[in-house]
């Protein structure tokens, strides 16, 4: 195996700050740094300079196109990628690239999902640079093109894409902070940046199975299978030894992330058969963003040139583990604290506390917003179900630190406390071990000693989407509380009230204990948490009052995109939905039925020779035939039953109750129909069986 020189090879292909100072000229280099870092509009002549250097870097690493590369509201990536190549007067072509090109392209995304926020007549979009974002060269055997990460608005200025919210919410609570950070007493941090780590889940099958199933084709789920004898109960995958395939496999795609840039850290088994992990090491939300984007393509692309298929999908299988996102937020400033670190000194203890209640108050006053973030047709599968957070946002603190806040708002005298809270005092808290902290992997959303874990996330979703969420709601939460330490007389007082009046209203949003037991759905029913089990019942969550109320007020969303939004979630719910009908309808009449008279077809020969032959007890043919013969009467009724349903549904008109039938009649129906195919799959003989089994698929790879 080549030996790797990890220096050299790492952000090989971006266009980094590094290469940045090697090919600008100084005063350019200055002038866009300090764009990035004030984050001022850029100058025309700085991004002619720019786009020139970056040309001539692109060029000489073999690039010959260029592309803006955005995040359409599809939640993947688009690219339109044109050549450098321009016509001279003269007749030749020479190689150009202007400031123009680099800031600003014009992209036709008609097609693009924009909930109505464009008519076809007027489908001008534009995509405009996020300069804080490095460009990089994308390269594989369609040849080497250089993307600039972008952000895509329609010609009226509403966002199009799921980047610009993230921007917007990213100054909004870079904001919010830094007007506590002042009210505490901060004078030296400028700003305040929002850190995201995704830890990507994702299943690897072999190819040609993958090939041969047309619902992972075109679904990316598994509509039918039973369960093979052996599932995730003897978790002897989890962390387990990687297999020779899959560490080439990892190798690779570590190699090709390491050239993009993107930190690749740890990669390990999962906990179902055929499941693994990789986790970066976060970086800046709209940089991770962008990563995580590249991660999942490059997983899908290096996959293939294994013989594998990566599936990204949630819930790929029934009866084992789905896959999630785990997304890590936290937030920190320019010089270094990260605010939800309970710090050495009193004052960024008094900070970390005004953050976390923050963070207690935010999710509590917008749990549907949160579960709404992580709310897709695939994700319904996953939530609630083996080994997944339940589909009830709560808030893991962890009972040490629990404990503390507690006695904070309870606002009682150091004395009464016990020595070692006694040691901690209000403004100087405890280490809280980590261990401590990160014990709880049940709950949805959990404090990890520096950061929060939101883990309710879809594994194919794109996560700026839970980060404009995160950043909007906590970025109000801190205003308010910075309304009230402004002015304060005694700081200490104030965070105490502060911290009181969030666990008095929103404590009910902690929860320790087990998040998968039945007992914490019933419990937090009675707290009166919400529990939105599907995605339809929260859609509506996000063009409510209190939702418009907060997006526009801090001017992360306008009403208008709101409901784009809103329009949006519910086609892609119902179409996803559609989809995987008609994938079922078509596997179980022209694959599986077939494939079960067939199967009865020899039964049934072997019944007449052996009867023929006069001398043979045939009970046991004839008792499955008869088995055989009334299941198959089933399945024909059930996929009748289905393509009715189905055929009802597609007719109903556009909007929220066309969701809520797909869910309410056209899901039941396809659960009937997999219940009979499934059984029938434990039956027939599995030579003759249509498509790969569960068997194959989790244990083969
Ligand atoms: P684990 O969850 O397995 O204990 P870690 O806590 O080390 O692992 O990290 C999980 C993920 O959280 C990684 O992607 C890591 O980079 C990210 N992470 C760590 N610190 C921060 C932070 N301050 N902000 C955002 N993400 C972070
Ligand atoms: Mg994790």
């Given at each position: 195996m080549e030996n790797i020189k990890l220096s050299e090879l790492f952000s090989k292909n971006v266009f980094d700050d590094k290469v940045m100072r090697e090919r600008l000229p100084k005063s350019t280099y200055k002038q866009l740094h300090k764009t990035i870092d004030e984050g001022l509009e850029l100058d025309p002549s700085v991004a002619e300079v720019v786009a020139n250097a970056m040309k001539d870097w692109a060029i000489e690493h073999g690039a010959t196109h260029f592309t803006h590369w955005f995040q359409p509201m599809n939640g993947r990536t688009a690219e339109k990628h044109d050549s450098f190549l321009s016509p001279t007067s003269d007749g030749r072509v020479i190689m150009e690239f202007s400031g123009k090109e680099l800031i600003k392209g014009e992209a036709d995304g008609s097609s693009f999902p924009s909930g109505g926020l464009r008519q076809t007549f007027e489908a001008r979009g534009y995509t405009v640079w996020d300069c804080t974002s490095p460009a990089f060269l994308k390269e594989d055997i369609s040849g080497v093109a250089l993307c600039i990460p972008t952000v895509f608005y329609s010609h009226t200025g509403e966002a199009l894409d799921k980047k610009a919210p993230l921007l917007r919410s990213m100054e909004v609570i870079e904001e919010a902070a830094l007007r506590v950070l002042r009210a505490l007493g901060d004078t030296e941090s400028k700003k305040v940046i929002t850190t995201i780590g995704a830890e990507q889940e994702y299943f690897l099958v072999d190819k040609r199975q993958y090939q041969q199933r047309k619902d992972l084709i075109f679904t990316g789920r598994t509509l039918f299978g039973a369960m093979p004898p052996k599932g995730q109960e003897m978790e002897d995958h989890y962390y387990g030894s990687i297999k020779e395939k899959i560490g080439k496999f990892m190798r690779e795609i570590d190699i090709e992330l390491w050239k993009l840039g993107v930190p690749s850290k740890t990669k390990h088994n999962e906990v179902a058969p055929a499941q693994h992990e990789l986790a970066p090491i976060f970086a800046t939300a709209n940089v991770a963003s962008d990563q995580n984007q590249l991660v999942m393509e490059v997983l899908q692309k290096v996959a293939n040139r294994h013989d594998l298929a990566c599936l990204l999908h949630e819930k790929p299988f029934r009866g084992v583990n789905g896959?999630?996102?785990?997304?890590?937020?936290?937030?920190?400033?320019?010089t270094g604290i990260n605010l939800f670190s309970p710090g050495k000194q009193p004052k960024e203890n008094l900070s970390f506390l005004i953050f976390l209640a923050a963070t207690i108050e935010a999710v509590d006053k917008h749990a549907d917003l949160l579960r709404l973030s992580a709310a897709t047709a695939g994700n319904d599968h996953r939530l609630g179900g083996n080994e997944a957070p339940p589909a009830i946002i709560s808030i893991f603190l962890g009972d040490q630190l629990t404990e503390l806040l507690y006695h904070i708002a309870r606002g009682e005298e150091m004395d009464d406390l016990t020595k070692e809270v006694m040691e901690m005092g209000v403004a100087t808290l405890p280490k809280l071990k980590k261990e401590v902290t990160d014990r709880n992997r049940t709950s949805p959303f959990a404090f990890t000693g520096n950061k929060f874990e939101f883990r309710m996330f879809p594994s194919s979703g794109c996560i700026s989407e839970a980060n404009v969420i995160m950043n909007t709601m906590v970025a109000e939460t801190l205003h308010e509380f910075?309304?009230?330490?402004?002015?304060?007389?005694?700081?200490?007082?104030?965070?105490?009230?502060?911290?009181?009046?969030?666990?008095?209203?929103?404590?009910?949003?902690?929860?320790?204990?087990?998040?998968?037991?039945?007992?914490?759905?019933?419990?937090?029913?009675?707290?009166?948490?919400?529990?939105?089990?599907?995605?339809?019942?929260?859609?509506?969550?996000?063009?409510?009052?209190?939702?418009?109320d907060l997006f526009s007020k801090l001017k992360v969303f306008s009403e208008v995109e709101l409901h784009s939004r809103y329009e949006i979630l519910i086609e892609e719910y119902y179409k996803t939905i559609n989809i995987e009908a008609r994938t079922m309808l078509s596997m179980a009449k022209t694959q599986i039925m077939p494939a079960v008279i067939n199967y009865m077809t020899q039964v049934a020969q072997n019944v007449s020779i052996m009867t023929s032959l006069e001398k043979f007890n045939i009970d046991a043919q004839s008792e499955m035939l008869t088995e055989l013969n009334t299941l198959l009467n089933s399945l024909k009724r059930a996929i009748d039953e289905l393509e009715i349903v189905h055929k009802e549904t597609i007719q109903i008109e556009e909007g929220l109750e066309k969701a809520q039938a797909f869910r309410n009649n056209v899901l039941p129906k396809m659960e009937a129909l997999r219940e009979v195919a499934d059984k029938l799959e434990t039956i027939v003989d599995e030579k003759i069986w249509p498509i790969p089994t569960y068997s194959e698929l989790l244990f083969r790879v």
């Amino acid at each position: 195996m080549e030996n790797i020189k990890l220096s050299e090879l790492f952000s090989k292909n971006v266009f980094d700050d590094k290469v940045m100072r090697e090919r600008l000229p100084k005063s350019t280099y200055k002038q866009l740094h300090k764009t990035i870092d004030e984050g001022l509009e850029l100058d025309p002549s700085v991004a002619e300079v720019v786009a020139n250097a970056m040309k001539d870097w692109a060029i000489e690493h073999g690039a010959t196109h260029f592309t803006h590369w955005f995040q359409p509201m599809n939640g993947r990536t688009a690219e339109k990628h044109d050549s450098f190549l321009s016509p001279t007067s003269d007749g030749r072509v020479i190689m150009e690239f202007s400031g123009k090109e680099l800031i600003k392209g014009e992209a036709d995304g008609s097609s693009f999902p924009s909930g109505g926020l464009r008519q076809t007549f007027e489908a001008r979009g534009y995509t405009v640079w996020d300069c804080t974002s490095p460009a990089f060269l994308k390269e594989d055997i369609s040849g080497v093109a250089l993307c600039i990460p972008t952000v895509f608005y329609s010609h009226t200025g509403e966002a199009l894409d799921k980047k610009a919210p993230l921007l917007r919410s990213m100054e909004v609570i870079e904001e919010a902070a830094l007007r506590v950070l002042r009210a505490l007493g901060d004078t030296e941090s400028k700003k305040v940046i929002t850190t995201i780590g995704a830890e990507q889940e994702y299943f690897l099958v072999d190819k040609r199975q993958y090939q041969q199933r047309k619902d992972l084709i075109f679904t990316g789920r598994t509509l039918f299978g039973a369960m093979p004898p052996k599932g995730q109960e003897m978790e002897d995958h989890y962390y387990g030894s990687i297999k020779e395939k899959i560490g080439k496999f990892m190798r690779e795609i570590d190699i090709e992330l390491w050239k993009l840039g993107v930190p690749s850290k740890t990669k390990h088994n999962e906990v179902a058969p055929a499941q693994h992990e990789l986790a970066p090491i976060f970086a800046t939300a709209n940089v991770a963003s962008d990563q995580n984007q590249l991660v999942m393509e490059v997983l899908q692309k290096v996959a293939n040139r294994h013989d594998l298929a990566c599936l990204l999908h949630e819930k790929p299988f029934r009866g084992v583990n789905g896959s999630g996102k785990h997304d890590n937020w936290s937030l920190v400033t320019d010089t270094g604290i990260n605010l939800f670190s309970p710090g050495k000194q009193p004052k960024e203890n008094l900070s970390f506390l005004i953050f976390l209640a923050a963070t207690i108050e935010a999710v509590d006053k917008h749990a549907d917003l949160l579960r709404l973030s992580a709310a897709t047709a695939g994700n319904d599968h996953r939530l609630g179900g083996n080994e997944a957070p339940p589909a009830i946002i709560s808030i893991f603190l962890g009972d040490q630190l629990t404990e503390l806040l507690y006695h904070i708002a309870r606002g009682e005298e150091m004395d009464d406390l016990t020595k070692e809270v006694m040691e901690m005092g209000v403004a100087t808290l405890p280490k809280l071990k980590k261990e401590v902290t990160d014990r709880n992997r049940t709950s949805p959303f959990a404090f990890t000693g520096n950061k929060f874990e939101f883990r309710m996330f879809p594994s194919s979703g794109c996560i700026s989407e839970a980060n404009v969420i995160m950043n909007t709601m906590v970025a109000e939460t801190l205003h308010e509380f910075a309304d009230k330490l402004e002015g304060a007389e005694d700081l200490q007082k104030a965070v105490n009230r502060i911290v009181r009046h969030a666990l008095k209203n929103h404590g009910r949003i902690i929860f320790n204990g087990n998040g998968y037991s039945e007992e914490w759905v019933e419990e937090a029913a009675r707290r009166g948490l919400p529990n939105y089990t599907s995605t339809v019942d929260v859609i509506p969550a996000l063009i409510s009052q209190k939702s418009i109320d907060l997006f526009s007020k801090l001017k992360v969303f306008s009403e208008v995109e709101l409901h784009s939004r809103y329009e949006i979630l519910i086609e892609e719910y119902y179409k996803t939905i559609n989809i995987e009908a008609r994938t079922m309808l078509s596997m179980a009449k022209t694959q599986i039925m077939p494939a079960v008279i067939n199967y009865m077809t020899q039964v049934a020969q072997n019944v007449s020779i052996m009867t023929s032959l006069e001398k043979f007890n045939i009970d046991a043919q004839s008792e499955m035939l008869t088995e055989l013969n009334t299941l198959l009467n089933s399945l024909k009724r059930a996929i009748d039953e289905l393509e009715i349903v189905h055929k009802e549904t597609i007719q109903i008109e556009e909007g929220l109750e066309k969701a809520q039938a797909f869910r309410n009649n056209v899901l039941p129906k396809m659960e009937a129909l997999r219940e009979v195919a499934d059984k029938l799959e434990t039956i027939v003989d599995e030579k003759i069986w249509p498509i790969p089994t569960y068997s194959e698929l989790l244990f083969r790879v």
